[in-house]
């Protein structure tokens, strides 16, 4: 059965930190664990290669963004075949090749063509030391993700994805994500968020309320300071507080302690009673949510009595209506509704780079916004600006803005299907062999932007008939940081970072594989310790040496030992279900039990040797390599279990993510037999309906996804 294993692929920063090497252990363990099973196998890596570091080298240092990119890939590449990795060299990819950005071109001309791309007007977050815009997403606490300086509100033109057209689907999808780690559901069911309400007009002003049985108690309308009723105030001390809000960050305007605002001066119809509300502008109302005001009731909403208190509104009634019944008088008069608000904003994806993906669109005087047509794919970085109108020949120029490099990798996951496609981003039947992900390793910290940005492209790419499935990743292990001995995040700023390829070269790969695997579950963070790294390499040595001495003179190939399999069995399971750290006690443990068999010749210490180097494989690779004698053939099945009592599984089988019963199966049991054994157990709730997909979560659940 095919198994795609993937770690998020990286930026290449030319030399891989400590977090790189656990993400890819992990996907590497589990690729060659599932290659041992006899499964096929897809473990690829390419480089998210478009960014700013390389464009701030080749303004700091005068060198070409692009070579220095290929010597930073030369580098890592080179130092993740010394770690031991076992990608597919032949499927790898880089962002930044016209043969891959030729189809995120594609892409955006795609989503262009079915309305989803589109330029606006609009607030932007401005970082002023990135010199860019920023998504939503970028902008964490206030601060710029990659920076950190403080950033400003601007308003600015910009090329725009319309991800909130598909904020109902990405909402209800998240259901049946059962493979995912549970944080990172909450984090895009938190970023998503629908809030169901309605809408109230208050004369011209909408306002968007959760809460429309408060209704009676509104003392005033609030609009946001980007709100177009401030902004075309032309009242002085208006218009100082609109650009004095606006000036400052976002991160100063949270750290308000009071609200402020000042009256706008003019006064709307309640929606119901139509007596006269009066209207301000404060700063926290947000511009881009729900409409950008609010009806401002003191009596129940803490936000809105601070800002009464602080500017002299009243706390006025307190009285709750019947949210039908107001909906309904609202509804009669056509000055409300129900209404949907969601927290997903569009996604904004022009940047201001030269180092990143060209957007294929040409402006012209004429014609305005022309699409680059697809047969003049790609549009290289180095093409002239001007250039003529596709539509009229008249003269025009391209446009300068490239593409945010999350849209990058939206798709990318696709792309190792068929990376060498050249009629199509991918060839959709190859792509339905390996999609979706069946194991995505990467930091909780990708699980909003970069997870919800593939899960709308793969959807889309659905809706077009391109892509095979809906959703890109079908398990997503979210793996915790390594934290520096100081206990914080390991970095170059803190200080308190551990260089691999230095570890590598003092222990070896394979004691450092073992070392970031051990002692923590892959989804907690893990502190480093160079003790640990220096006892996987004391473990190592002595074991070789054991094992060394035993093969020098021969081996006894009788049956296997009984408690070796019992070991072996322990660390199938705790692979197939994740828990690498259980994975790596039970090597330890399966060393101490093989030990005296080996010193003491015993009958069939030779074939439970073979058995145990075959299930430590996956971790300590090269270490087995070099022992493992030839006239043992391959390094290929995984040992066949003979402990006395093979512990069984009970797993969860699901129907379209409704679970309809479990099965008891043994442990070790293939993906392929799992498969069989839960569709015949759910073959009622089936009714004779198509399996389209099978989730499988090893050990613990399979979903049977209909057609
Ligand atoms: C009146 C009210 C009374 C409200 C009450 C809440 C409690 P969600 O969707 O859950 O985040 N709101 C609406 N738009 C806003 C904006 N642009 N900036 C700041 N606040 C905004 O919450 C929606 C509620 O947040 C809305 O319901 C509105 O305040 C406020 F006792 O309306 B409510
Ligand atoms: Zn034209």
Redesign the pocket.
């Known amino acids: 059965m095919p198994f795609y294993t993937l770690g998020m692929f990286p930026y290449p920063s030319g030399r891989p930190h400590m977090g790189h090497v656990r993400v890819y252990t992990l996907s590497d363990v589990r690729a060659r664990h599932a290659r041992l099973h006899g499964e096929d196998v897809l473990h690829p890596m390419g480089w998210d290669a478009f960014g700013l570091p390389a464009e701030n080298a080749a303004v700091a240092r005068g060198v070409d963004p692009a070579e220095w990119t290929a010597e930073n890939i030369a580098q890592m590449r080179a130092i993740f075949a010394r770690l031991g990795f076992s990608f597919d060299a032949d499927r790898e990819i880089s962002t930044a090749d016209p043969a891959y950005y030729r189809w995120t071109q594609w892409l955006f001309l795609q989503l262009f063509q079915h309305g989803l791309a589109y330029e606006a007007d609009g607030w932007v977050h401005w970082c002023p030391a990135c010199a860019t815009v920023l998504a939503d997403e970028q902008v964490v606490g206030g601060t710029c993700w990659r920076c950190d300086a403080d950033v400003e509100r601007r308003q600015r033109r910009q090329w725009m994805f319309r991800i909130t057209a598909y904020a109902q689907a990405l909402w209800d999808g998240l259901d049946a994500l059962t493979g995912w780690d549970p944080r990172a559901v909450a984090v895009q069911r938190n970023w998503i968020?629908r809030?169901e309400?309605a809408w109230a007009a208050f004369g011209g002003v909408e306002?968007?309320?959760?809460?429309i049985d408060?209704l009676g108690g509104v003392v005033a309308v609030v609009v946001?300071p980007e709100h177009p009723l401030a902004r075309a105030s032309g009242d002085p001390d208006v218009q100082a507080y609109v650009t004095h809000a606006l000036s400052r960050s976002a991160v100063q305007r949270m750290a308000e302690r009071a609200p402020s605002g000042v009256p706008l001066g003019v006064d709307v119809p309640h929606p119901i009673s139509g007596a006269p509300i009066p209207v301000w502008v404060g700063d926290?109302?947000?511009?881009d949510?729900?409409?950008?005001?609010?009806?401002c009731?003191p009596a129940?909403?803490e936000?809105?009595a601070a800002f009464a208190d602080a500017v002299g509104l009243p706390v006025g009634s307190g009285e709750l209506r019947d949210a039908g019944a107001v909906v309904d008088a609202l509804e009669a008069r056509g000055t409300g509704g129900r209404r949907i608000?969601w927290?997903l904003r569009d996604w904004s994806v022009g940047r201001q780079r030269s180092w990143g993906c060209p957007i294929p669109m040409v402006r012209c005087e004429a014609c305005g916004a022309v699409p680059v047509p697809d047969a003049e794919l790609p549009v290289l970085r180095e093409s002239p600006v001007e250039r003529p109108c596709p539509r009229c020949g008249g003269a025009a120029s391209r446009e300068t803005d490239t593409l945010d490099t999350f849209v990058d990798s939206s798709w990318y996951q696709l792309r190792f299907c068929d990376p060498h496609a050249t009629h199509a981003p991918f060839d959709k039947a190859v792509a339905a062999r390996w999609m979706p992900v069946d194991v995505y390793v990467g930091g909780l910290d990708h699980a909003a932007q970069h997870m919800l940005y593939t899960r709308f492209v793969t959807r889309f790419l659905f809706d077009r008939g391109v892509s095979p499935v809906v959703e890109p990743v079908a398990g997503f292990v979210c793996n915790g940081m390594v934290l520096g001995d100081d206990g914080r995040k390991m970095s170059k700023s803190s200080g308190n970072g551990r260089d691999p390829v230095g570890i590598l070269e003092t222990y070896g790969a394979d004691a450092l594989r073992l070392a970031v695997l051990a002692d923590s579950p892959v989804e907690r963070d893990v502190a480093w310790s160079d003790a640990r790294v220096e006892a996987k390499a004391r473990f190592l040595e002595r074991f070789a040496g054991a094992v060394d001495r035993y093969l020098e003179a021969g081996a006894d190939m009788a049956g296997p030992d009984a408690g070796i399999g019992a070991c072996i069995a322990a660390i199938d399971d705790a692979i197939r279900t994740g828990a690498l750290h259980v994975a790596v006690a039970r090597i330890h443990e399966l060393a101490r039990a093989l030990r005296p068999l080996l010193e003491r010749r015993a009958p069939g210490a030779g074939a439970s040797l073979r058995d145990a180097l075959k299930a430590m494989y996956p971790f300590v690779p090269g270490w087995v390599e070099a022992r493992w004698p030839a006239w043992w053939g391959a390094i290929e099945g995984w040992p066949a279990v003979v402990s006395a009592k093979a512990a069984t599984a009970e797993i969860v089988v699901q129907v379209d993510g409704r679970t309809t019963g479990s099965i008891a199966v043994p442990a070790g049991t293939g993906r392929e037999r799992i498969r069989e054994l839960a569709e015949a157990a759910a073959s009622r709730r089936l009714e004779g309906r198509a399996v389209a997909r099978v989730v499988v979560v090893e050990g613990r659940l399979v979903n049977l996804v209909t057609a």
């Open positions: 968020r809030s309400g306002v968007f309320s959760t809460r408060t946001a926290y109302v947000i511009g949510y729900g409409t950008g005001a609010v009806m009731v129940h909403d936000r809105d608000s927290n």
